[in-house]
């Protein structure tokens, strides 16, 4: 990770109990989750990871090259601590079973904490639809590597 991605951080804190949006990239942008079967490993992967800890994730989409989540904070968790518990963990075991992707995620993340005026179900929305707006499906429900609670 650049000296950049740290100076970002910087002044930055995790707060219990909020939601966040959070982005991650592949490395170089590189399509690894294109076939069913990586993306289907890292989409179990995400969703089960133990790196949720006392943390919920809300909502979440795994595109080919990049992965969008929203979840709740916990108690005693820090936003960076999850992040980095997720994708070092789905990495592991990605290439222990797929050697062929080689690095799986790029350094740093983005996020955004959602503010208690925002509508939650309209982030939550959004971050579905990512694979229509992609042109990847005609409709959110025709794409397999996505999943919301409010779908419970």
């Known amino acids: 990770m650049g000296p950049g991605h740290h100076a970002l951080r910087r002044g930055r804190w995790?707060?219990?109990g909020r939601i966040y949006l959070l982005t991650f990239t592949t490395a170089?942008?590189?399509p690894h989750f294109r076939e069913w079967p990586a993306a289907a490993e890292a989409s179990r992967l995400m969703a089960?990871?133990?790196?949720w800890q006392a943390s919920t994730l809300l909502a979440w989409?795994?595109?080919?090259?990049?992965?969008?989540?929203?979840?709740e904070l916990g108690c005693d968790v820090t936003l960076a601590d999850c992040v980095r518990r997720l994708k070092g963990g789905?990495?592991?075991?990605?290439?222990?079973h797929h050697q062929v992707l080689g690095r799986i995620?790029?350094?740093?993340y983005h996020d955004h904490a959602i503010?208690?005026?925002?509508?939650?179900?309209?982030?939550?929305?959004?971050?579905?639809?990512?694979p229509v707006r992609a042109n990847l499906v005609p409709r959110?429900?025709?794409?397999?590597?996505?999943?919301?609670i409010w779908l419970g």
């Open 14 to 16: 995790s707060e219990a």
């Open 28 to 30: 170089n942008r590189t």
């Open 48 to 51: 089960g990871s133990p790196a």
């Open 61 to 71: 989409v795994l595109m080919p090259d990049h992965w969008h989540g929203l979840v």
């Open 90 to 96: 789905s990495a592991r075991a990605l290439r222990q």
């Open 105 to 108: 995620w790029a350094p740093g």
């Open 115 to 130: 503010r208690r005026e925002e509508n939650l179900l309209p982030v939550a929305r959004y971050l579905v639809m990512n």
């Open 140 to 148: 959110a429900g025709d794409y397999p590597y996505w999943d919301a």
